[in-house]
């Protein structure tokens, strides 16, 4: 009666946004090799490739189960040659070759250090690394270089924006902005959103939709807010995008677009946490703030749902949302609307849930959306 039973295995599906994926990683050895060679295609301008690793990282993290052995992998979508052979690499010599000497290189290491930079992007840190330049002292010592506003706050805040922001901190920062805003309307709506809203335990960020019950009113709240925090004396830096949003267009084929909502990309001044030491202020021995990068999106109430799901992330649930709505379902998916190419209609939603609902696809909940 023992009889072993062969265990069901539940098909893997190819898509992010049809498997659940939470903070818990238990293949972290194969995504980080996969995530070094995603980000040197990135660099090498290989957008197949790059998104081939990506797909490959993102089914590994959706499993509740370490992968020990190559035959184990042989039902799972998005896993290439070349991703299989990586993998094999690390279950037999515990690394991969390839990405050592990926490590190694100098012009991956370079474009790496110059994209860590705050408003530094691969194009401009690839300029900088055809002309020879190789260090910050580099770059900062070269009169012809010309930084925007961006890159001088991302190179003057450059050790605590680059030092993770805790949960602790997001909260506090989320106490600020909610009580600022506020200050403008009493019934403002704030949700935090992004890798924190996700469940995540450090982010390089903190990402916040704000917006107002009433539909139109939601029209100068970014701007105010922005004046409020200014006169509080903790804005350290801040672009502000004011909105370009029309309603009668259509979702956005292109995944990378970005959204037309007002939106700002800040540095706040957050008092209360321990700072001590750091590269560019070791005189001052401490101090008892740290600069943190903060994200603004303010969408009319009406597209907050839509907003909501596509700040949350991950980046790659986000691809794999709009890739499904386009390919199985004929609809388009944006951060403002989805549009049902069949019935040439838009299809309205108040929460998360309609838009899944929508497309035809179960619930995932916001922390298991870490594909
Ligand atoms: N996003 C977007 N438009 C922007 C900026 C961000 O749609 N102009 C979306 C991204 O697609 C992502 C989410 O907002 O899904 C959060 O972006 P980001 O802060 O870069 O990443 P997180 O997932 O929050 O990760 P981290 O903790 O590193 O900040
Ligand atoms: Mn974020
Ligand atoms: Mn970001
Ligand atoms: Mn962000």
Known sequence: PEAATPTPVATVSQYACQRQTTTKNNNKVFTDAFEVLAESCEFNEMEGPCLAFRRAASVLKSLPWAVQCLRATEDLPCLGEHSKAVMEEILQYGRSFEVEKILSDERYQTLKLFTSVFGVGPKTGEKWYRRGLRSFSDILAEPSIHLNRMQQ???????????????????????????????????????????????????????????????????????????????????????????????????????????????????????????????????????????????????????????????????????????????????????????????????????????????????????????
């Open 153 to 371: 706050s991302g190179f003057l805040h450059y050790g605590d924006i680059s030092r993770a922001v805790s949960k602790a901190e997001a909260r506090a920062l989320g106490n600020i902005i909610d009580e600022a805003v506020h200050v403008i309307t009493p019934d403002a709506i704030l949700a935090l959103t992004g890798g924190f809203r996700r469940g995540k335990e450090f982010g390089h960020d903190v990402d916040f939709i704000v917006t107002t019950p009433e539909l139109g009113k939601e029209g100068h709240l970014l701007a105010s807010l922005i004046d409020q925090l200014e006169q509080q004396g903790i804005l350290l830096f801040c672009e502000h995008q004011a909105s370009t949003f029309d309603m009668s267009k259509l979702p956005s084929h292109r995944f990378e677009a970005m959204d037309h909502f007002a939106k700002c990309f800040l540095i706040l001044r957050l008092e209360g946490s321990q700072v001590v030491g750091g590269l560019h202020n070791a005189e001052e021995g401490g101090r008892s703030w740290r600069a943190v990068r903060v994200d603004i999106v303010s969408p009319p109430i009406d597209r907050y749902a839509f907003t909501l799901l596509g700040w949350t992330g991950s980046r790659q649930f986000e691809r794999d949302l709009r890739r499904f709505a386009r390919t199985e379902r004929r609809m388009l998916l944006d951060n403002h609307a989805l549009f049902d190419k069949t019935k040439k209609e838009f299809l309205a939603a108040t929460t998360e849930k309609d838009i899944f609902a929508h497309l035809g696809l179960e619930y995932i909940e916001p922390w298991q959306r870490n594909a």
